[in-house]
């Protein structure tokens, strides 16, 4: 991809960072630093956000092995400021491969979980914290949510991401593939609205969002 740096190869595969991710971390430091004036706050803020987008590697690479089982390699990996994308040689021609492939990215995310789960209770921690800050509260506790949340947006069924992967899948099971990836086009397209309008009245970030599932 176009305008990122590689950082690193994993299981024969280069994971790239775009030029744009700096920024992100750049805003959530001063973000966090006019808080309260603590640089402790901007390093500890950009160290989550980086052990976040670790946790979007491990989910994309769910993609890409998988992918590779099918006899589907992939070109690379690359972080952006709103996630991780996994390039394939090519789509998987079944509708069933292609369900396989989009869900094993959000199950990378539930197995995750369910680890930090165990270890919260085998620690005798509870699961939900009365702090809802994710980079000041528990570390695991904040690795359990991160990943239960990324596993369910992941699979809102707006094409193309995995959710809306799903859905073509499915549809291409009763319907001739290109009518099902217009039908799953035109569910994300609505999703994306929704998106823009939330993020104008409450997260600016679901603008982005918004945006990128609307192209």
Same mark, same amino acid.
């Given at each position: 991809? !176009? ?51 670790? &946790? ?33 040689? !090519? ?36 699961? &939900?914290?009365? =702090? ?9 506790? =904040? ?25 073509? %899948? ?9 009518? %099902?990836? #217009? ?5 994300? #397209? ?24 609307? &192209?």
């Amino acid at each position: 991809m !176009k305008w990122s740096l590689r950082i690193g190869r994993l299981a024969g595969i280069d994971v790239f960072v775009h030029l744009t991710f700096p920024l992100l971390l750049a805003w959530i430091g001063v973000s966090y630093y006019l808080e309260r004036r603590v640089l402790a706050d901007a390093f500890g803020a950009i160290a989550f956000v980086i052990l976040l987008f670790g &946790i979007v590697v491990l989910h994309e690479l769910g993609h890409a092995l998988t992918a590779r089982r099918f006899g589907i390699p992939t070109r690379d990996i690359t972080l952006l400021p709103i996630g991780g994308v996994a390039r394939l040689e !090519k789509m998987p021609e079944e509708p069933g491969t292609e369900f396989l492939v989009a869900v094993a990215g959000p199950a990378v995310n539930v197995a995750l979980a369910a680890v930090c789960a165990a270890l919260l209770f085998g620690l005798g921690l509870p699961l &939900i914290d009365e =702090s809802p800050d994710l980079i000041t509260g528990n570390p695991l506790r =904040s690795l359990l949510w991160v990943n239960i949340a990324l596993a369910v947006f992941n699979m809102i069924p707006a094409f193309p991401m995995d959710g809306g992967r799903v859905l073509r %899948a499915m549809l291409a099971l009763r319907l001739e593939y290109t009518r %099902a990836t #217009q039908i799953a086009a035109y569910v994300g #397209q609505a999703l994306a609205l929704v998106f823009g309008l939330v993020g104008l009245l409450w997260n600016p970030f679901l603008l982005f969002i918004a945006f990128f599932v609307w &192209i």
